[in-house]
């Protein structure tokens, strides 16, 4: 058997967490547990705040179209937020959704949207990338929501950085075709740092900024193989190696 319960229904709520606590569902969850799921009074639902980590709760009706929360018992206490830090080119909007709710799923920590010269439109629905990474945190038992820091141009991102944080960068000119190779010679994985992963956009970095990114101290250029990717399949390739590598796969 499991030990994982993957049966009943997560929820993310903004509420704090403790044993025998009540907690009046919004409209929207009510309607999702009591209309789409069809939940039943004392039906088991899993719900976490990124704080208090994760908590076996039963549902009870008060009307027709709302609901309430009992909360039974702690299943998991809280992990420890991830220090992988994400750096992005945004996308359009769908493929947008996906890399949000990858990256969660593949267990960044922060999340920051970086403006480059090709990318496609530096106009970012910042409510929505928070939308999918509770959905994505909900549907995969991840107990701890990423941080979303505000974009920045690509010269203001390297400079937020801490100078003893690798950065790992996507670049299909990186003259080291094996990425494992690369990231084990830029860090020991028996003591691995704080990393962040950079991702360009459809139209890659220019030279300028590819320049730029070189001459950071504690940087990485990765080449992800043979074939161009795609900047959302980039994405999912280069932080399942890092996380394999010198992340928390290992």
């Not at 990423?146 to 003893?164: G, K, Q, Y």
Request: with cysteine; hydrophobic share 45%.
């Amino acid at each position: 058997m499991p030990a994982y319960d993957f049966k009943a229904p997560r929820l993310f709520v903004e509420t704090s967490l403790a044993a025998g606590a009540v907690l009046p569902l919004e409209r929207a969850q009510a309607n999702y547990l009591l209309n789409v799921l069809r939940r039943g009074e004392d039906d088991p639902v899993l719900v976490f705040n990124g704080r208090d980590g994760e908590w076996h709760a039963r549902v009870r009706a008060t009307g027709r179209k709302d609901g309430e929360l009992h909360l039974v018992a702690q299943t998991r206490p809280q992990t420890p937020p991830s220090n992988l830090h994400y750096l992005f080119a945004p996308l359009k909007s769908a493929r947008l959704d996906y890399v949000a709710q990858k990256a969660v799923e593949m267990g960044a920590g922060v999340i920051r949207p970086v403006i480059t010269r090709y990318t496609q439109g530096d106009r970012i629905n910042m409510d929505r990338l928070q939308a999918n990474a509770v959905e994505a945190a909900e549907q995969c038992g991840i107990l701890a929501i990423p941080d979303f820091a505000p974009p920045l141009r690509l010269p203001e991102a390297l400079a937020a950085l801490e100078p003893e944080r690798l950065l790992v960068f996507c670049d299909e000119d990186a003259p080291i075709a094996d990425p494992v190779r690369a990231l084990s010679a830029a860090a020991d994985p028996g003591r691995p740092p704080a990393i962040a992963v950079l991702v360009g956009p459809e139209g890659g970095f220019s030279d300028e900024e590819r320049g730029l990114i070189r001459d950071r101290p504690n940087t990485v250029a990765l080449s992800l193989g043979p074939r161009i990717l795609r900047a959302d399949t980039a994405a999912v390739a280069v932080l399942a190696l890092v996380q394999a590598v010198l992340g928390d796969s290992r």
